[in-house]
């Protein structure tokens, strides 16, 4: 009995260590499985993270198309204001033109006008000389 207590004794401190060295083991086991949580964890926070991000990627693509239709529109409508006003400055370019060729005939008119005036008084001027001849012989 004696040996057996003996090796008992011996034996017993060694099952005792090896009792705490396999709970310490699980311990730490606990804690990595914790620790992989915790990971998945952030990993999952980061993907979250990664999808706002491309959201708000995406909001500002969408924004950014937005803007140009809108500078396309204003561009239109520029082009558009801008035609109109060609158009208005060609329409009163003709209208100048137009009244430039009225003037013109004008003009040609009045000269004609002047011309026979002129005729007129040169056929009075040389119906006087005939009468001052003729007043003469008399």
Same mark, same amino acid.
Request: aromatic share 2%.
């Given at each position: 009995m004696k040996l057996y207590e003996?090796?008992?004794?011996?034996l017993s401190p060694l099952?005792? +260590? =090896?009792q705490q /060295?396999?709970?310490?083991q699980q311990q730490q086991q606990q804690q990595q499985g914790q620790q992989q949580q915790q990971q998945q964890q952030q990993q999952q926070e980061q993907q979250q993270e990664q999808q706002q991000q491309q959201q708000q990627e995406q909001q500002q693509q969408q924004q950014q198309e937005q803007q140009q239709q809108q500078q396309q529109q204003q561009q239109q409508e520029q082009q558009q204001e801008q035609h109109q006003e060609q158009q208005q400055e +060609?329409?009163?370019q003709q209208h100048q033109e137009q009244q430039?060729? /009225?003037q013109q005939e004008q003009h040609q008119e009045q000269q004609? /006008?002047?011309q026979q005036q002129q005729q007129q008084q040169?056929? +009075? +001027?040389? =119906?006087?000389q005939q009468q001052q001849e003729?007043?003469?012989y008399v």
């Amino acid at each position: 009995m004696k040996l057996y207590e003996r090796l008992h004794n011996s034996l017993s401190p060694l099952n005792q +260590q =090896q009792q705490q /060295q396999q709970q310490q083991q699980q311990q730490q086991q606990q804690q990595q499985g914790q620790q992989q949580q915790q990971q998945q964890q952030q990993q999952q926070e980061q993907q979250q993270e990664q999808q706002q991000q491309q959201q708000q990627e995406q909001q500002q693509q969408q924004q950014q198309e937005q803007q140009q239709q809108q500078q396309q529109q204003q561009q239109q409508e520029q082009q558009q204001e801008q035609h109109q006003e060609q158009q208005q400055e +060609q329409q009163q370019q003709q209208h100048q033109e137009q009244q430039q060729e /009225q003037q013109q005939e004008q003009h040609q008119e009045q000269q004609q /006008q002047q011309q026979q005036q002129q005729q007129q008084q040169q056929q +009075q +001027q040389q =119906q006087q000389q005939q009468q001052q001849e003729r007043s003469k012989y008399v």
